[in-house]
């Protein structure tokens, strides 16, 4: 496809034929896009939402753009920068992509079908880099599969994707930003992109009373630095964007879907000093201590510390994410949730051989003693019952693409209790909290994708399931080369099965967007997928068949996990 689009993009300049491209005007002015007739799509990429966050704008809220495009129209014909990530090694870097502070940018797919007079229903991905990288021109994000997914299932829906600032210049915090409102930046970033949606996407065909948003993905390589985080940032922008304001609800979504478990109890750090730190060692590298906008990106780029979402008295207003659920301040919408298998042993901290150092291991999660001394109980010395799950005494050897090196005979302990904290534990409790008040759909992904090139391939891990879920496809019409390793895509060369299973569930991701029901998904031989009130079920999505299991395994870890830590 994006080859495809490159060669378009490429004619349409020569030609200068506005003619020949796809035109839609707004409010701010005309907005020229790409036609893409074998996929009978239209894109309108690199649109800008907010004012450039440059200068004064620097670590400031975003602003919208309340005024014409230069020259009356913008050139939506190519992904905008992606915006600039933390430079540090075990990083992403956004490495591949253009990277700027001018990056705040959303991406539209349109399909033929979506221009009629019916609107059509609304995705908006959020992507995930636990807040520290990635993009919205991330070809695993490519939105052209999910919309013709959709299409397929007589339900056509319209892909939006953004990009919103990152690491330092999204969520940097410290007493000064704190008092004139410029916390969770990148928060703010992502619901002004909602608000354009509601103000705009009308004009593309789109229903802004059905929108529905959706976001997954930890950063797998947090682990390098959790001496510097009180909490890995995994699942947290859906769960702000649920809780936000206290629950205020302003209509800027009406479903949502969480991939990788949800981020568990105190998210936001309850002292705001370790960021307060970063945030003073960037000022005292700089000349401009009392003009924080003012600092170079270069500086901020390397401001490498506990950024994150921030309890702000606003859009944070409660400490823990589950003390928002527990109350009942949350936007109630219908959901979508789940995680896979193994999360865990994609970024547990590794190397441990005794319990001491299980501990040690264990100290971004909790460091309460009588916690640890719980699980400990809880999760025991024996690799049998471990994670990976039920591979007996097998030992993870260390990963070969430069994450996991350090073996230990309790990582499968380790990994074991990461990962229900984490990811597991979350999305079984939010079902017990949420089901009998919204339509509650819960995920076990279990199927190690066929081409997996990680150097290990004895365990479902983290963002496994993505491939499947867009239905990304590397083949001959791809215009980016992947670079982050084939399991993210879907070749011609990947068995029926695989296809069968992404096709299976990106039909159903999509008629869940289009109809509140992932079981409207058209497909053969569907398996009913029950809401979570009917019985506390998970959807089990593998190629060997995909099933419905009873959510209850670990059921005294996870009761002790909800009970205790998830608070």
């Known amino acids: 496809m994006y080859r495809l689009v490159s060669f378009v993009v490429a004619a349409a300049s020569v030609v200068g034929a506005w003619a020949s491209q796809p035109v839609v005007t707004i409010g701010n002015g005309t907005v020229l896009g790409v036609d893409l007739p074998q996929n009978g799509q239209q894109l309108f990429l690199g649109i800008p939402y907010a004012q450039p966050p440059l200068g004064d704008l620097r670590l400031r809220r975003p602003q919208p753009i309340n005024a ?329 050897p260390p990963w070969q693409n430069g994450i996991f090196v350090v073996p230990g005979t309790q990582n499968k302990r380790v990994a074991a209790m990461t990962g229900d904290i984490y990811m597991a534990a979350g999305p079984r409790l939010l079902g017990e909290l949420l089901s009998s008040e919204v339509p509650y759909y819960k995920y076990r992904f279990n199927h190690l994708p066929y081409d997996v090139t990680f150097g290990v391939t004895d365990f479902v891990g983290h963002f496994m399931e993505m491939a499947y879920v867009f239905y990304t496809q590397n083949d001959e019409t791809a215009f980016f080369k992947a670079n982050h390793g084939t399991a993210t895509y879907l070749g011609p060369g990947a068995p029926i099965a695989d296809r069968f299973l992404a096709v299976y569930m990106s039909r159903s991701w999509a008629a869940f967007v289009a109809t509140g029901d992932p079981n409207n998904a058209n497909v053969s031989s569907k398996v009913h997928w029950p809401k979570y009130d009917e019985g506390a079920e998970n959807m089990v999505w593998q190629t060997q068949g995909s099933f419905v299991e009873k959510d209850n395994f670990r059921a005294e870890q996870m009761k002790y996990i909800a009970d205790n830590i998830l608070v």
Not at 152 to 163: K, L, T
Not at 170 to 197: C, I, K, T, Y
């Open 68 to 396: 014409t495009f230069t020259g009356g129209h913008v050139d939506a014909t190519a992904y905008g920068p992606h915006c600039l990530s933390a430079y540090t090694t075990g990083f992403d870097d956004n490495s591949g992509f253009n990277s700027s502070e001018d990056c705040l940018t959303l991406n539209i797919v349109r399909p033929y079908a979506a221009m009629g007079k019916k609107p059509v229903p609304v995705l908006i991905w959020i992507h995930g880099g636990g807040l520290t990288e990635s993009g919205s021109g991330d070809y695993r994000f490519n939105g052209t599969y999910l919309v013709e997914a959709s299409v397929a299932n007589g339900h056509p829906m319209i892909f939006v994707s953004m990009n919103y600032r990152l690491a330092a210049f999204g969520f940097m915090g410290g007493a000064e930003l704190e008092a004139d409102g410029s916390l969770n930046l990148g928060m703010h970033d992502q619901r002004l992109a909602m608000q354009w949606v509601q103000d705009n996407i009308a004009r593309f065909g789109g229903d802004p009373g059905r929108v529905t948003v959706q976001g997954e993905r930890c950063v797998i390589f947090l682990f390098r630095l959790l001496r510097h985080f009180d909490r890995l940032q995994c699942g947290i922008v859906l769960v702000t964007h649920l809780t936000a304001y206290r629950g205020r609800n302003d209509h800027l979504f009406q479903q949502a879907i969480i991939q990788s478990g949800v981020v568990p109890g105190q998210y936001p750090p309850a002292s705001i000093a370790p960021a307060q730190a970063t945030f003073d060692a960037l000022l005292n590298g700089t000349s401009c201590a009392t003009t924080y906008t003012g600092t170079t990106q270069e500086k901020l780029a390397a401001a490498v510390g506990p950024v994150g979402v921030l309890f702000d008295g606003g859009m944070v207003d409660m400490i823990s994410s589950f003390e928002a659920f527990r109350a009942g301040r949350w936007v109630k919408v219908p959901l979508l949730v789940g995680s896979n298998t193994d999360e865990g042993c994609t970024f547990f901290a590794p190397g441990a051989n005794t319990t001491a150092e299980a501990s040690a291991a264990m100290a971004a999660l909790t460091t309460n003693t009588t916690q640890l001394e719980a699980l400990f109980e809880l999760y025991p010395d024996d690799p049998a019952l471990g994670s990976p799950w039920n591979t007996g005494e097998f030992q993870m």
